[in-house]
């Protein structure tokens, strides 16, 4: 699943997913992610994994940028 999927479907604003990493992160970080401005490292994609319940994978995260 795609991170803005999931973040649409849980209602999630971007600012309140941005606070759920472990340092922080900001809501711009996180909207240069889904407008595959910036690329997610792993370390955030593994936290995106935690954060989402495995519902938005490391493997979702490279796809942004595939193709």
Known sequence: MYLR???RENQ???VR???K??????????S???RGKSRITLAHAL???KITGGQ????DCAALYLG
């Open 47 to 49: 936290q995106i994994q």
């Open 17 to 19: 997913f941005a606070e």
């Open 56 to 59: 938005v994978t490391p493997e």
């Open 32 to 34: 240069d992610w889904i």
């Open 21 to 30: 990493f472990s340092p922080p992160v900001t809501q711009s970080v996180v």
């Open 5 to 7: 999927d999931y973040l």
């Open 12 to 14: 999630l604003t971007q």
